[in-house]
């Protein structure tokens, strides 16, 4: 029996909504599905076994699929409320490691995966070569991103000390990006030269205290321009940033310092700016790949066919996106809750796709 492509997909992506986590539960959540349900999906003569929508989801073109999902949650999304002053879309890039799933040849699959923090969507994912690692990877991921959302002009993206490279910056700069990343010993030079400037001399631009958890934290930042002859020697660069974290937990005190170039000059980014974007830097971390490891089980999962691993992963980020631009802050919730109303679910998805109808 033949079965309509565009109602697999839907119903994919329906069921990782509602907390799907695996394959097998997925094709659970199409067999659980009322008559009506199933006949708005394209399944009215029956439902496809778990075999046919394995062999689906694994020969699927992931990069593909993560484009047009985070096409139509881009669409979805709600307008953001009124901007302030200086206000710059930012996006974090991070990688992971997908700990249970294995490529043929036995190794691990890892992804790099580019976040809007605006919105929670994840606006591209592209799986890094077996032989390779991120950097490689980051030029094909800004041509992801700039394929959803038409072009890069004014984003600011914002990594970790990895992705420190001087072909990043002027990739970024090429297509009209701007780019804040830390510096750590992977550059020892550029390390170096940020070390040594002149920071007793500086004013604390910004200073900012939380607490929480037992846990009381000052962050401050210093800033300092050094686009001017004999500046630091990374490819447009405009301001050095210090960053100092000073947590006291149980009574005991520790300090951070962390170093940064941006490639924004002061006028376009003050310091409470630089402190804001260096913290959004964990939203990939902590609102995605946490998520996708705890509600849904990421690294319990042990996919090794075809794109399957990456597939999966898609539509968690799908998953998370949705709920996110709904304004669920607790993911497991929101899926238990989508689970319980699968013709909502149906109508959201299928909407633009009359074929399922």
């Known amino acids: 029996m033949r079965y309509p492509l565009s109602g697999l997909l839907a119903a994919a992506v329906c069921a990782v909504l509602a907390g799907a986590s695996s394959f097998a539960a997925i094709t659970d959540w199409l067999h659980d599905l009322d008559e009506q349900a199933r006949d708005r999906l394209g399944f009215g003569h029956g439902v ?58 036995g190794g691990q699959v890892h992804l790099l995966s580019a976040l809007d923090t605006s919105t929670g969507i994840v606006l591209a994912q592209v799986t890094v070569s077996a032989k390779s690692n991120e950097i490689p990877a980051f030029a094909p991921l800004l041509d992801a991103v700039e394929q959803v959302l038409g072009s890069l002009t004014g984003l600011l993206f914002i990594a970790d000390a990895l992705h420190t490279q001087t072909a990043h910056a002027e990739e970024i700069a090429a297509r009209g990006a701007h780019l804040m990343i830390p510096t750590k010993g992977n550059q020892p030079t550029l390390f170096k030269q940020l070390k040594t400037l002149p920071w007793p001399e500086i004013p604390i ?39 100092t974290r000073t947590r006291t937990t149980s009574g005991k005190t520790s300090r951070e310092t962390a170093y940064y170039t941006v490639s924004l000059p002061a006028e376009q980014a003050q310091p409470a700016d630089l402190q804001h974007w260096a913290r959004l830097e964990w939203h990939i971390e902590n609102r995605v790949h946490h998520v996708r490891d705890v509600t849904f089980r990421e690294d319990l999962h042990q996919a090794r066919t075809g794109t399957g691993p990456a597939v999966l992963a898609t539509l968690r980020n799908t998953s998370i996106g949705y709920h996110r631009t709904n304004g669920e802050a607790n993911i497991a919730r929101a899926t238990r809750r989508a689970n319980r109303r699968p013709h909502d679910l149906i109508t959201a998805v299928t909407s633009s796709i009359p074929t399922t109808q």
């Open 205 to 243: 631009g910004d200073r900012r205290r939380d607490t929480g958890h037992g846990r009381r934290e000052t962050r401050t930042v210093k800033a300092i321009t050094v686009a001017t002859p004999g500046g630091i020697r990374f490819p447009h660069a405009e301001q050095a940033v210090r960053i």
């Open 48 to 105: 496809p076994a778990g075999t046919t929508v394995w062999r689906l989801l694994t020969r699927l073109d992931d990069q593909l699929l993560s484009t047009v999902l985070a096409g139509w949650l881009k669409v979805r999304a709600r307008p953001v409320t009124p901007r302030p002053h200086r206000y710059r879309t930012v996006i974090a890039v991070d990688g992971k490691t997908l700990r249970g799933a294995r490529r043929a040849d």
